[in-house]
C-alpha cells in the first residue's frame, strides 16, 4: 500500500532506521541515502551504486548542529561558508569525530558534510534525527539522477523508497571544499560558483585536474559518464556533421543547426543550463539515433564551471 503523503516522511524515516535504503530528493541531485552511522547501511549504499570502496560518502545533517556533531574541527572559514551557503549546495571536508565509521570516509581521516536545502531533503532528515549518508543516486560513474524517474530506471527495486521531490532545482552536485594548512581548497566545482565562496573565504586554491589515480577521491577522469561517447569540441573548431551527431547547445547558435539538438539554455543562462544538463544527456544518450554526443564548453564562471568539469569527465 502506498503510505498518504503525510506518512511518506515517517515511513521512510522507519526504514533507514531498520538499515534501508532511501532514495532522496536534494536541490542538486537525487541522493541514495542511508544512516550514516550505520556500517551495514553504509555497505549497503556501496553495493547498489557498484561503487568502489576508496571513493567516501557525503554525510547530510539537518543544520549545521547535527553536521558539528561529526566533525572534530570547524575552522573558523568553514564556520563562515556554512553560515552564508546552508542549507544548500555547499560540503565541507573537515577532521571527523571518531564516531563516523570508516567505511564512510573510506578510511579518510576527514568527512564531507552537507546541509541541503530541499524540502523533503530536511524533513526526512529531521524526522530522522540523524546523519544520512547519501552519495547520487546512480550507478558508479555514470550520470546523476535529477528526477526520480532517472532513480527508478537506474537503480528502481534495489532502494527500498524513492521520494518524488520534482526535478532538481541545481541540477549539478554540490561545490566541495577542503581546509588545509594554506587555508580552503576546491575539491569539487559545484552548485555554489566559485566567486560566491571567494567572496566570504577569500582565494581558494584550485581543484586538481582529473585524475585516474584512486587516492584522489571522487576526482575521477571518467566520470558522470553516459553511455554514448561524448565529445567535447573546442570552440572555433570546425563542427563535426552528420545525422547521428547528437549536439549539446548552450546560448544562441546563430546559423548552427543541427539535426539531433538539445540547447541547455537558448538565452545563454548558466543557471538554466546546470539544472537541464544531466536530464538533456540522459536524452540524447537514450536517443537511438545518436551515436555521439557533440558538447561546447560553456562560459568558465559561475555554475559553468560546474557544468564544463562535468562534460570534461563525461568526455574522459
Ligand atoms: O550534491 C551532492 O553533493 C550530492 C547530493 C546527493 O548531496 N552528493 C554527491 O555525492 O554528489 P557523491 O558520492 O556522488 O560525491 C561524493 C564526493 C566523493 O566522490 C569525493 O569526491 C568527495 O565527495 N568526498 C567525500 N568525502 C571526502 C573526503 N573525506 N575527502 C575528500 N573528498 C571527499
Ligand atoms: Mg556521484
Redesign the pocket.
Same mark, same amino acid.
Given at each position: 500500500m502506498t503510505p498518504q503523503p503525510s506518512a511518506v516522511i515517517p515511513a521512510a524515516a522507519a526504514t533507514l532506521r531498520r538499515g534501508g535504503l532511501v532514495a532522496?530528493p536534494?536541490e +542538486? #541531485?537525487?541522493?541514495?541515502a542511508g544512516d550514516a552511522l550505520n556500517p551495514s547501511a553504509l555497505a549497503r549504499i556501496f553495493e547498489v551504486k557498484q561503487?568502489p570502496a576508496f571513493?567516501?560518502?557525503?554525510c547530510?545533517a539537518a543544520d549545521t548542529a547535527g553536521a558539528e556533531a561529526l566533525v572534530s574541527d570547524f575552522p573558523a572559514a568553514a564556520r563562515a561558508l556554512a553560515e552564508a551557503f546552508w542549507p544548500g549546495?555547499l560540503?565541507l571536508?573537515l577532521p571527523?569525530r571518531a564516531r563516523v565509521p570508516d567505511l564512510a570516509?573510506?578510511g579518510?581521516p +576527514? #568527512?564531507?558534510v552537507?546541509v541541503?536545502a530541499h524540502r523533503l531533503a530536511r524533513a526526512l532528515l529531521r524526522e530522522f534525527g540523524g546523519p544520512l549518508a547519501?552519495?547520487?543516486?546512480n550507478l558508479f560513474g555514470r550520470l546523476?539522477p535529477t528526477t526520480a524517474d532517472a532513480v527508478r530506471r537506474e537503480l528502481g527495486g534495489k532502494v527500498d523508497v524513492i521520494l518524488d521531490g520534482g526535478p532538481c532545482e541545481v541540477g549539478?552536485?554540490?561545490t566541495?571544499i577542503?581546509f588545509g594548512p594554506d587555508g580552503p581548497r576546491l575539491?569539487?566545482a559545484?552548485?555554489v560558483p566559485l566567486e560566491e565562496i571567494e567572496a566570504v573565504a577569500g582565494p581558494v586554491a584550485p581543484a586538481p585536474g582529473p585524475t585516474a589515480r584512486p587516492e584522489a577521491?571522487?576526482?575521477l577522469a571518467s566520470h558522470y559518464a553516459p553511455r554514448t561517447p561524448l565529445r567535447l569540441e573546442n570552440d572555433g573548431a570546425p563542427a563535426e556533421h552528420g545525422p547521428d551527431i547528437g549536439w549539446l547547445l548552450f546560448g544562441p547558435t546563430g546559423s548552427f543547426t543541427p539535426d539531433h539538438a538539445l540547447n541547455l539554455s537558448p538565452a545563454g543562462d548558466l543557471r538554466e543550463a546546470a539544472a537541464r544538463l544531466f536530464q538533456a544527456l540522459r536524452e540524447l544518450d537514450e536517443d537511438p539515433a545518436v551515436r555521439l554526443i557533440c558538447a561546447r564548453p560553456v562560459p568558465e564562471r559561475g555554475l559553468g564551471r560546474a557544468i564544463n568539469d562535468r562534460l570534461r569527465r563525461a568526455a574522459a
Open positions: 532522496m536534494t +542538486t #541531485v537525487y541522493g541514495l561503487r571513493d567516501p560518502l557525503i547530510h549546495p560540503t571536508v571527523k570516509t573510506s579518510h +576527514t #568527512v564531507a552537507r541541503p547519501a552519495p547520487s543516486a546523476s549539478v552536485e554540490s566541495i577542503g575539491l569539487r559545484g552548485g577521491p571522487g576526482m
